[in-house]
């Protein structure tokens, strides 16, 4: 069909379920089911195993990189997913859950603060504030070259809400 839409031979595949189509699929149904739809985003983590598309062959899905970056909003959307998972299961009582989520989330997006910060709140609910600190400390995403970067104003606004940069590596 898109070789006949189109008018150039182009490779398509029909009918395929990628791991991305499935996540966005249980994410839509996890969504719609409130809290009973706790298990299918679980479900949708479990599909997850680092960054988005990072195991690329060589010079294979360039598409990607051109116009709107579905890398991009799969990381957004694992993110997202992973911390209403690790929020539900931290109000549960649930730290494996929790923590196994916010880890998946920060595989997936080593860089974001959401996943650093639902780790913090794992490891403070678990009553390990040395690892917490650890996990605040490493917010600034600096490397020993470089100037630390500026903590966005809602990872800072976080942090002195629950004062976990004034209670050093105590366990709370």
């Given at each position: ?26 994410r ?11 298990p299918?985003?679980?479900?949708a ?11 690329l ?6 598409w ?5 970056r ?5 990381t957004?959307a694992?993110?997202d997913?992973?911390?209403?998972v690790?929020t539900h ?24 603060d ?6 913090a709140?794992v ?26 970067a ?9 942090l ?13």
């Amino acid at each position: 069909p898109a070789a006949q839409s189109r008018g150039v031979p182009v490779y398509q595949v029909q009918d395929l379920l990628v791991d991305a189509d499935l996540f966005r699929r249980l994410r839509a149904r996890g969504q719609a089911r409130g809290n009973d739809g706790i298990p299918d985003l679980v479900r949708a983590l479990d599909l997850v195993s680092g960054e988005p598309f990072t195991q690329l062959r060589p010079a294979a899905w360039a598409w990607l990189h051109d116009g709107d970056r579905l890398d991009h909003h799969l990381t957004c959307a694992i993110v997202d997913v992973a911390h209403l998972v690790t929020t539900h299961a931290l109000h549960a009582g649930d730290i494996t859950t929790a923590w196994r989520a916010a880890e998946t989330a920060h595989h997936a997006a080593p860089q974001e603060d959401t996943p650093l910060l639902d780790l913090a709140a794992v490891a403070d609910t678990g009553g390990h504030g040395q690892e917490r600190q650890q996990l605040i400390e490493a917010q600034d995403h600096a490397d020993d070259d470089e100037v630390p970067a500026d903590l966005p104003a809602r990872t800072n606004q976080i942090l002195q809400e629950r004062d976990w940069n004034n209670r050093g590596a105590e366990a709370s």
